[in-house]
């Protein structure tokens, strides 16, 4: 809740006591969770609006119902995108939040912090710095 206030959140619902019932006049739902989460979504949107979603493809006849759009995102690793993101983290522009910094050998648990699905902002995996492959990769997101 606090952090999604940091990150400039006009209204922050608590998704283990409260739920949307009430909400309404959203343009935009970035659903990250699916299942009930983006079943209640649906509802919010005016009509027009888009569901983008990083979960499964979403359903078309539900949109339709609702006279929305619905789209599914996918990363796709390109060479050139990282870069330009690298560029904007270096810049300052974007300042990614990251939850925790394990090292390689530790790539298991690091895992298992991810499944927990708590995890908040990027898990990092540290290559050791003496190795030729010296730097760190993202393994969550
Ligand atoms: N399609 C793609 O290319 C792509 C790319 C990246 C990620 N993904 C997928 O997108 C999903 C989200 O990724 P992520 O990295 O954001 O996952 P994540 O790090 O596991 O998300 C954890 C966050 O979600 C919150 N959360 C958990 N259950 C929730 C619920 N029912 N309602 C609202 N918030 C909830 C948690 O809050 P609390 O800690 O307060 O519970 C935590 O802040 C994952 O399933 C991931 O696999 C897909």
Redesign the pocket.
């Known amino acids: ?1 606090g ?1 999604a206030r940091e990150l400039g959140a006009d209204v922050v619902i ?3 006591t409260q739920n949307l019932s009430g909400v309404t006049g959203v343009d935009v739902v970035l659903d ?6 983006r079943a209640a979504s649906w509802a919010v949107l005016v009509p027009g609006g888009v569901l983008v ?3 499964d493809a979403p359903s078309q006849e539900e949109a339709r119902a609702h006279d929305v759009r619905a789209l ?5 690793a390109d060479g050139a995108e990282l870069a330009e993101i690298a560029g904007l983290v270096a810049a300052g522009t974007v300042t990614p939040h990251i ?1 925790a910094t394990h090292p390689l050998e530790q790539a298991a648990a690091a895992l298992t912090d ?8 990027k898990v990092v995996l540290e290559v050791d710095s003496g190795s030729t492959d010296s730097g760190s990769t993202e393994l ?2």
Do not use: K
């Open positions: 809740m952090f608590d998704y283990e990250l969770v699916g299942g009930a989460a979603t990083t979960r599914r995102f996918t990363v796709e939850s991810i499944e927990s699905g708590h995890t908040v902002g969550g997101s």
